[in-house]
């Protein structure tokens, strides 16, 4: 008869990581009885476990960046240390590897959370499966996935959605900003990041919740001012509650940001800014926004699955919300990002 540790980690996760915010590890507590419904309880790994094992966290980050978790000896040695003519990287990485299997993602006798696999004569190494080694960024793209899947079949992904959104707090690996290797994965998370995103903000203003939009847009441009995907469908719905100065604030912010880089908005930004200062009314007929231009500056659709299409701006009398009471939201410190920190005007 198996054990209640033994059996708590086949049917949970041995070790959590967060890799969207602040990095860590927890791992699993094992409990000598548990209800069925019971939820397992996870315990912090104390980052002076693990921060001063710079290869093998190297190693482990490396591969959750990879399809399926796995890569090849080369292409490990490649992306752990380009320079490797100084060093017997084979021995390194098998270093590593050894490192990481018994200490940093060490489970009792559950077997290893690495495996090292032959095939055609190649090493490979591998992480096992969300089963057993849970990862929030994959656990946040599978949301993503299943509430498109439920939107094509006709379904409600509101709970999906609102799942993600809450998993999708923190930059993805936002200790290694610069690394090369985390590039492709971080441009996959942050896509979906955003469509998580407008489609929440669809759903909200389709049931009237028009605050809970405001909220998460207001969210998106704290953690980035640059983002002007969220900045012009929050100035479109800013002035159709007759909150015109409050958008022509925060267009004027995310100009100075951006000069600051070196840069500027995208022309459509630029010509949505220009309307407000006018005093032209928006209307948004059902559409959705999107700023980031190509080389041309004109702007690009995502191709999401959701459908999403640009905001159609009209010249019109038209007042979608009316009496709408503005909302109550209050601009908040924006969370730490690489690149970045900045807080939003306070008006």
Not at 137 to 153: G, I, K, N, P, Y
Not at 224 to 248: F, H, K, N, S
Request: charged fraction near 30%.
């Amino acid at each position: 008869m198996r054990s209640t540790a033994e059996l708590d980690s086949t049917k949970h996760a041995s070790v959590r990581v967060t890799t969207l915010g602040e990095f860590t590890l927890e791992r699993l507590v094992s409990a000598p009885s548990r209800a069925p419904d019971e939820r397992p309880r996870y315990e912090l790994v104390a980052r002076s476990e693990w921060s001063n094992r710079g290869p093998a966290m190297a190693l482990l980050k490396v591969l959750l960046c990879r399809p399926n978790r796995r890569a090849s000896r080369d292409e490990l040695v490649e992306a752990i240390w380009p320079d490797h003519g100084k060093i017997n990287a084979a021995h390194a990485l098998e270093s590593a590897a050894s490192v990481l299997r018994c200490h940093v993602l060490r489970t009792g006798e559950m077997g290893s959370l690495l495996l090292t696999l032959r095939s055609s004569g190649e090493t490979i190494f591998k992480l096992v499966g969300q089963q057993r080694l849970w990862v929030d960024a994959d656990a946040f793209l599978a949301l993503e996935s299943q509430a498109m899947r439920a939107e094509c079949q006709g379904q409600d992904p509101l709970s999906l959605l609102e799942e993600a959104h809450a998993l999708a707090g923190g930059e993805f690996l936002e200790d290694d900003p610069y690394a090369e290797w985390a590039q492709p994965r971080r441009h996959t998370i942050d896509g979906a990041r955003h469509r998580v995103l407008f489609k929440l903000v669809d759903l909200y203003l389709s049931d009237e919740r028009v605050s809970l939009a405001e909220e998460l847009l207001f969210a998106a441009l704290e953690d980035d001012p640059t983002d002007e995907d969220a900045l012009c469908r929050l100035m479109v719905l800013l002035v159709e509650q007759e909150r015109r100065q409050e958008a022509l604030h925060l267009y004027q912010y995310t100009e100075d940001v951006l000069q600051e880089e070196q840069t500027e908005p995208a022309i459509y930004t630029r010509e949505l800014g220009r309307r407000i200062r006018q005093g032209l009314v928006l209307r948004e007929r059902g559409e959705r926004y999107t700023a980031v231009g190509g080389q041309d500056g004109a702007p690009n659709d995502y191709t999401d699955g959701f459908g999403l299409r640009r905001v159609r701006l009209t010249n019109t009398a038209a007042h979608p919300w009316g009496g709408q009471t503005p909302s109550s939201y209050r601009y908040h410190l924006p969370r730490s990002r690489y690149h970045r920190q900045a807080a939003l005007p306070v008006m």
